[in-house]
């Protein structure tokens, strides 16, 4: 449900712009007040779910999505849209938080990289699937029908979570929420992803230090509270879990602009059509779909960093073809592209999520998992953040629209030269993990504590 939400809504934004008379600054806000919520959510409902209970916060995260999916379709105007959105990035941000969680918890190590595997194939076909049924279903029924579906998915899910996962799974013991470490840790994102998305303007760089200060101050009350939010000395102590969540915020730095960057490019450079550079664009995540269970089985059987590097390798090649583009770049050289790009981000994503899994004791999965979801919201605001930086430099005053502007395919260039080198730093970072320590041993019964 969250990654066709999050692909299908964009069809609709120019509707919802129509229908309320947005300004283009008001339709941004659609999208990213939905990113900062879940965002916000992640890493306390991890901790949630590890202390009450990983089913149970899920399935709240479920109702919450769908019922605001609900107000969505009804709703009269933008209050109502930026509250429903609220309401549903911290939704869609419980199942993230909990949903690697509940496989890790289910499936013994020596499975569990499978798992995982079909679990990413099922977000890049939510990917692929909700362009094409968001525009659909926008053109057919009106933009409120992407929101209304959602409800009746979402009652179904709940329905089987019910009916077909008994038990429960909480680890946590008999610890107390820390609040005031919420508090500090929501505080410190908003302000750090709002100042990327600013950037590169003074307030977007001060919001930006704002936020890396309270982080620092989050971390300093961590290492204090006797019932800390996030056990921050996982960063310390375990080497894979450190290494490995660092390899996951350079990938998703370094590849999520892509698609927003070619876009302009088979779009304003090449003069396709929207339908047509969809479709181009498609080949990335029909890829990674493909590949995600056989990169994550694979990681069962070899060490995960092994096969993560080369995935990384793969997309720091296909960035690094990407350089040689051009303004006359072949549509089939683009596809080329997309598919190492693909191959390489399949690779890297489910043996990364299944190293993070398997390095901590089964009482930090619902903390492991909300700091992977972290690790990939701000890797992707990184990225875009870059991608606007260098358009600002290269383009000056034209920088926010791009469009036919002369120096676009130098501004792409750069771009993709900065992701790829990039790339190639995470690289390093994800051989240094070391190997994963594998405890090859059946998963526990469900249980209740």
């Known amino acids: 449900m969250m990654p066709f939400m999050a692909s299908a809504v964009n069809l609709a934004l120019p509707a919802i712009q129509r229908e309320f008379s947005l300004s283009a600054a008001m339709v941004n806000g659609i999208v990213s007040i939905y990113l900062l919520s879940a965002a916000v959510a992640l890493v306390p409902s991890g901790r949630l779910a590890d202390l009450y209970g990983r089913k149970l916060l899920f399935t709240a995260g479920v109702v919450l999505f769908s019922t605001s999916s609900l107000v969505l379709g009804f709703?009269?105007?933008?209050?109502?849209l930026l509250a429903g959105r609220v309401a549903q990035g911290l939704?869609?941000?419980?199942?993230?938080?909990?949903?690697?969680?509940?496989?890790s918890s289910v499936f013994p190590a020596g499975e569990r990289g499978r798992a995982i595997g079909f679990n990413v194939a099922a977000v890049y076909v939510g990917l692929a699937v909700g362009p094409y049924a968001g525009g659909l279903l926008t053109e057919a029924l009106g933009w409120r029908s992407i929101f209304l579906c959602n409800f009746p998915l979402g009652v179904l899910t709940v329905v089987l979570l019910v009916l077909k996962v008994p038990g429960e799974w909480a680890d946590g013991g008999k610890g107390r929420f820390d609040g005031l470490g919420a508090?500090?840790?929501?505080?410190?994102?908003?302000?750090?992803?709002?100042?990327?998305?600013?950037?590169?303007?003074?307030?977007?760089?001060?919001?930006?230090?704002?936020?890396?200060?309270?982080?620092?101050?989050?971390?300093?009350?961590?290492?204090?509270?006797?019932?800390?939010?996030?056990?921050?000395?996982?960063?310390?102590?375990?080497?894979?879990?450190?290494f490995s969540s660092l390899a996951a915020l350079i990938n998703y730095g370094s590849t999520f602009a892509v698609s927003f960057l070619l876009s302009?490019?088979?779009q304003h450079v090449r003069g396709l059509g929207p339908g047509t550079a969809g479709a181009v664009l498609l080949w990335q995540p029909v890829v990674m779909a493909l590949l995600s269970p056989v990169a994550g089985r694979l990681s069962d059987r070899a060490q995960p960093r092994l096969i993560a590097s080369l995935g990384m390798g793969m997309s720091?090649?296909?960035?690094?073809?990407?350089?040689?583009?051009?303004?006359?770049?072949?549509?089939?050289y683009v596809i080329l592209c997309l598919v190492c790009l693909g191959i390489g981000f399949a690779l890297f994503s489910s043996p990364n999520m299944n190293a993070i899994m398997g390095s901590v004791a089964p009482h930090h999965y619902g903390i492991a998992s909300g700091a992977v979801g972290a690790m990939r919201l701000i890797g992707q605001m990184c990225s875009m953040a870059i991608a606007l930086v260098v358009f600002a430099l290269v383009l000056g005053s034209h920088g926010e629209q791009g469009g036919n502007h002369p120096a676009l395919p130098q501004a792409l260039t750069i771009c993709f030269g900065i992701f790829s080198i990039?790339?190639?730093?995470?690289?390093?970072?994800?051989?240094?993990?070391?190997?994963?320590?594998?405890?090859w041993q059946p998963a526990k019964e469900n249980h209740e504590h």
């Open 264 to 266: 302009l490019y088979l």
């Open 91 to 103: 939704g869609g941000g419980m199942m993230m938080a909990t949903g690697l969680a509940i496989i």
């Open 316 to 332: 720091s090649l296909g960035l690094l073809l990407l350089t040689f583009l051009g303004r006359d770049g072949a549509i089939l």
């Open 75 to 80: 709703s009269n105007g933008i209050v109502w």
């Open 422 to 439: 990039l790339c190639g730093v995470g690289i390093v970072f994800s051989l240094a993990r070391g190997n994963l320590r594998r405890e």
């Open 183 to 242: 508090v500090l840790y929501a505080f410190s994102l908003v302000s750090f992803m709002a100042g990327l998305s600013l950037l590169p303007a003074l307030s977007g760089l001060l919001l930006v230090l704002f936020g890396a200060g309270g982080f620092v101050l989050f971390t300093c009350h961590e290492l204090r509270a006797p019932f800390p939010l996030f056990e921050v000395r996982l960063f310390r102590d375990n080497r894979v879990f450190a």
